[in-house]
T-cell receptor
Framework: DGGITQSPKYLFRKEGQNVTLSCEQNLNHDAMYWYRQDPGQGLRLIYY???????QKGDIAEGYSVSREKKESFPLTVTSAQKNPTAFYLC?????????????FGPGTRLTVT | GEDVEQSLFLSVREGDSSVINCTYTDSSSTYLYWYKQEPGAGLQLLTYIFSNMDMKQDQRLTVLLNKKDKHLSLRIADTQTGDSAIYFCAPAGPGRRALTFGSGTRLQVQP
């Protein structure tokens, strides 16, 4: 079964701790994306990667970091510098970023920081 | 950059048609997507239209595009309770790094 997996579905952390969200795809897509969703605000782009070993900041990259060492994987670290990290995080992939290709989404990870 | 506007809420009765509207600003958008999000889940691609089309029909879904006014709509015929979800409009185009999403329209279907 091809698709995108995100784990875990729910994540709880104490303030001041870094946390890494997992995103894996077996669709053989070149491009991967991380979005953040807050109630009533739609999706905002955090980081994206069009190819292995390369990634670019999105609109709200401050307080986040990513890596893209493998085509299949694009983990997102929420650092202690992120002022309001509690949100729903969505990972997506597309065949070839930059062409306006449709994106396929994972099920999301809900992060709660207290 | 691209701005995308959607109304936040729509309520219809089961069996009626639903029309969800979207306006966007970037006239170079070549693909215009509609996604559906059920509570606590990721986004599911529903349908899309290319910018050289005015209309696309896909079973109960009809997408209308007015390129001059940069207005996109999604009509759901015979709306069912299972259609209750948030619907996102997302224009995209060549050279753009990612999709731009509207705030989403929450569709509530009353039995």
């Amino acid at each position: 079964d091809g698709g995108i997996t995100q784990s875990p579905k729910y994540l709880f952390r104490k303030e001041g701790q870094n946390v890494t969200l997992s995103c894996e795809q077996n669709l053989n897509h070149d491009a991967m994306y991380w979005y953040r969703q807050d109630p009533g605000q739609g999706l905002r782009l955090i980081y994206y990667s069009q190819i292995v070993n390369d990634f670019q900041k999105g609109d709200i990259a401050e307080g986040y970091s990513v890596s893209r060492e493998k085509k299949e994987s694009f983990p997102l670290t929420v650092t202690s510098a992120q002022k309001n990290p509690t949100a729903f995080y969505l990972c997506a992939s597309s065949i070839d970023g930059g062409r306006g290709d449709e994106q396929y989404f994972g099920p999301g990870t809900r992060l709660t920081v207290t | 950059g691209e701005d995308v506007e959607q109304s936040l809420f729509l309520s219809v009765r089961e069996g009626d048609s639903s029309v969800i509207n979207c306006t966007y600003t970037d006239s170079s958008s070549t693909y215009l997507y509609w996604y559906k999000q059920e509570p606590g889940a990721g986004l599911q691609l529903l349908t899309y239209i290319f910018s050289n089309m005015d209309m696309k029909q896909d079973q109960r879904l009809t997408v209308l595009l007015n390129k001059k006014d940069k207005h996109l709509s999604l009509r759901i015929a015979d709306t069912q309770t299972g259609d209750s979800a948030i619907y996102f409009c997302a224009p995209a185009g060549p050279g753009r790094r990612a999709l731009t999403f509207g705030s989403g329209t929450r569709l509530q279907v009353q039995p």
